[in-house]
Nanobody, 120 residues
Framework: QVQLVESGGGLVQSGGSLTLSCVASGNIRSIYVMSWHRQAPGQQREVIATMTNGGSTHYRDSVKGRFIISRDNAQNTAWLQMNELRPNDTAVYYC??????????????WGQGTQVTVSS
């Protein structure tokens, strides 16, 4: 079984910064893609940043230039550095990993989510 554990959420003032962490553990052979998603109240969950094991990144337009995704393949860990936070960044942030395990070439896992609240 695989677990993703996020940390680093909290309350921050507009213009501030936070860094989220996501650690994947368990029977992992390789993680293809790690990504960050968020879901605001009453909204659908949306992907905001992805990173492949080769280092390719993609960002949602609304966070480009403000958020940075990074990962350590050896540690099965990803981070999301969030700068210039705005009130509309308030959401529950989720980590996702698409990976290979001993039993399957592709599986998809989610973390439990971490709340980020940006006050104006």
């Amino acid at each position: 079984q695989v677990q993703l554990v996020e940390s680093g959420g909290g309350l921050v003032q507009s213009g501030g910064s936070l860094t989220l962490s996501c650690v994947a553990s368990g029977n992992i052979r390789s993680i293809y893609v790690m990504s960050w998603h968020r879901q605001a109240p009453g909204q659908q969950r949306e992907v905001i940043a992805t990173m492949t094991n080769g280092g390719s990144t993609h960002y949602r337009d609304s966070v480009k230039g403000r958020f940075i995704i990074s990962r350590d393949n050896a540690q099965n860990t990803a981070w999301l550095q969030m700068n210039e936070l705005r009130p509309n960044d308030t959401a529950v942030y989720y980590c996702n990993a698409q990976l290979a395990t001993q039993r399957a070439l592709w599986e998809d896992y989610w973390g439990q989510g971490t709340q980020v609240t940006v006050s104006s």
